[in-house]
């Protein structure tokens, strides 16, 4: 599925954080069943201002204020959805998750599995994650690959306004948990919102940056690097073809088959650290399914492994850029070795 496919009739202009407040109010108006819970989301808009000013049409009883209790928040959210509700509930960073991480993997995750499929758990956890705003090792990490190895939760990462849009109605409405990754640094980013439905099925990648030498596969914030990457190698002459994910799970592995098939190369991109990264998944589907159109090694580029500095020229250090995909994709074509990790400051 490329960006062409979408059938958009009409958009308007908008940040991360306007599509996703189109996406919780049109669903709060078209089924009732959909409220909200979070710390500070009624009165003060969310951390991120991501519902501001939705009390005003919805009310206390649909915008719900919460302690600062990350595990009563989730309980809460699975008692709801377990009832008939489809709760839609903000933990504020990623990395609390941990907190409520009992509910999420042991019962979100596997109370269809253990109902025989009698009950369904419609919930959706909507949480930043992300760095390069200065917040620090406690408050900066992505940690999508926690939960990718837990059966029954699905995994969303959108990179712009009208994915986060598209994505978030159609996590709503599904009757699975789903976990709803909001990078930080984006939402402020601005782009075309599509207006309407423009639902955007979960487990369906999209092709950003359609090309013919190498695949660069990225989700999240990496997706706006990995464009800046296929724009600096066009200028030598090599054409990339970055595919955003959208979803971690499910994953959309016919799309990735696809285009390694087409280029013969491989590069991952994440913000997390290496080591135990999704970007091994990734490769490991390459190598398994599709092993023979290989022409070199498949190359990830990751975060460090090491907690996230607060300091801004530290976390340049930390994160992936531009350059340091330039030259992931030039050791995948054998053109010459690849940056280490520290390299490439400021690209």
């Known amino acids: 599925m490329t960006d062409k496919d979408p059938q958009i009739i ?9 599509g996703i407040r189109q996406a ?6 078209r089924d009732e069943r959909v409220f909200l819970m979070g710390e500070d989301i009624a009165i003060y808009g ?19 204020d ?22 839609v509930v903000e933990i504020m960073f990623a990395d609390l998750l941990t907190l409520p991480f009992d ?13 025989n499929g009698q009950d369904k758990i419609p919930l959706v956890i909507r949480t930043s994650h992300g760095g390069g705003t200065g917040f620090g090792a406690m408050h900066s990490q992505s940690a999508e690959a926690w939960f990718a190895n837990i059966p029954g939760i699905k995994l969303v990462m959108p990179s712009n306004p009208a994915d986060a849009k598209g994505l978030l109605k159609a996590s709503i409405r599904d009757d699975n948990p789903v976990i709803f990754f909001e990078h930080k640094a984006l939402y402020f980013v601005k782009g075309p919102i599509p207006e309407g439905e423009n639902i955007i099925p979960l487990g369906k990648a999209s092709i950003k940056n359609e090309g013919s030498d ?3 596969v990225a989700w999240g914030m990496m997706v706006l690097r990995a464009l800046e990457a296929a724009k600096l190698l066009a200028e030598e002459g090599v054409s990339a073809e970055v595919i955003d994910l959208r979803t971690i799970v499910p994953l959309d592995k016919e799309t990735i088959l696809e285009s390694v098939r087409k280029t013969g190369k491989l590069v991952t991109v994440e913000e997390a650290p290496k080591t135990g990264g999704f970007g091994g998944e990734i490769a490991a589907l390459a190598v398994e399914e599709a092993i023979d159109y290989l022409e070199g090694p498949v190359v990830r580029v990751a975060g460090l492994d090491t907690p996230i500095p607060e300091a801004k020229v530290m976390e340049a250090v930390y994160f992936p850029n531009a350059k340091r995909i330039v030259a992931a994709v030039h050791k995948a074509m054998g053109l010459e070795a690849e940056l280490t990790d520290a390299q490439g400051i400021g690209a």
């Open 10 to 18: 009409k958009s308007v202009e908008g940040t991360m954080a306007d």
């Open 24 to 29: 919780l109010s049109e669903e709060m108006r």
């Open 46 to 64: 969310g951390g991120f201002k991501t519902t501001r000013g939705m009390i005003n049409e919805f009310g206390p009883n649909k915008i719900i």
């Open 66 to 87: 919460t302690p600062l209790a990350e595990s009563a928040i989730v309980g809460l959210g699975i008692g709801a959805a377990w009832n008939g509700m489809r709760p």
């Open 103 to 115: 509910q999420i993997v042991n019962n979100a995750a596997k109370w269809h599995y253990l109902s």
């Open 214 to 216: 190498v695949t660069i």
